[in-house]
T-cell receptor, first 115, second 116 residues
Framework: DVKVTQSSRYLVKRTGEKVFLECVQD?????MFWYRQDPGLGLRLIYF???????EKGDIPEGYSVSREKKERFSLILESASTNQTSMYLC??????????????FGPGTRLTVL | AQSVTQPDIHITVSEGASLELRCNYS??????LFWYVQSPGQGLQLLLK??????LVQGIKGFEAEFKRSQSSFNLRKPSVHWSDAAEYFC??????????????FGKGTHLIIQP
């Protein structure tokens, strides 16, 4: 089974702190994604990566950055956390899909609270 | 820009009754459409997907969905719901990037409540 793990299920940080959310997948997937989930807004794509050191902005990249130094690991970074970044963060991975879509597998999520 | 609309925020259904969750999409080309389910405290799980061909697709857990191009819809159905089906359901469409990764655009979700 594909497994996507996220470093923390719950995280509490203070405004202005630098926050790292880590995601690891064990199926050698090329693509990795970070989504944010908020009530009434569904999931929104923050950043994604289709290869090591490659990254592309999603729908809401402002206030976030990412790092992909190894194929299996994709980190989401909040340079200076703000209260409006309190949310559930979901990581996903998939195989490269040049012609057809490949299913995205999701991690359990990290619920981040910024005080 | 593509978008996905789930008109119902909450739906309440009695156990054993039939279910239909609505999804409408806006996309220029033939869409790749998906339904995901999220149980409380869990990540998302793929229920079913439509790429092409037969417009009625079968998924896991007894769910099915029908793609109707004329109505830009991809509604999810189940003939008889179980209490374990209580969850959040998301419809999604894939968008393409030049690099080959496929990000998903999600609807806002429908919260399904099952009455005993």
């Amino acid at each position: 089974d594909v497994k996507v793990t996220q470093s923390s299920r719950y995280l509490v940080k203070r405004t202005g702190e630098k926050v790292f959310l880590e995601c690891v997948q064990d199926m050698d997937h090329e693509n990795m994604f970070w989504y944010r989930q908020d009530p009434g807004l569904g999931l929104r794509l923050i950043y994604f990566s289709y290869d090591v050191k490659m990254k592309e902005k999603g729908d809401i990249p402002e206030g976030y950055s990412v790092s992909r130094e190894k194929k299996e690991r994709f980190s989401l970074i909040l340079e200076s956390a703000s209260t409006n970044q309190t949310s559930m963060y979901l990581c996903a991975s998939s195989l490269m899909g040049l012609v057809t879509y490949n299913e995205q597998f999701f991690g359990p999520g990290t619920r981040l609270t910024v005080l | 820009a593509q978008s996905v609309t789930q008109p119902d925020i909450h739906i309440t259904v009695s156990e054993g009754a039939s279910l239909e969750l609505r999804c409408n999409y806006s996309y220029g080309a033939t869409p790749y459409l998906f339904w995901y389910v999220q149980s409380p405290g869990q990540g998302l799980q793929l229920l079913l997907k439509y790429f092409s061909g037969d417009t009625l697709v079968q998924g896991i857990k007894g769910f099915e969905a029908e793609f109707k191009r004329s109505q830009s819809s991809f509604n999810l159905r189940k003939p008889s719901v179980h209490w374990s089906d209580a969850a959040e359901y998301f419809c999604a469409v894939v968008m393409y990037s030049g690099g080959g990764a496929d990000g998903l655009t999600f609807g806002k979700g429908t919260h399904l409540i099952i009455q005993p």
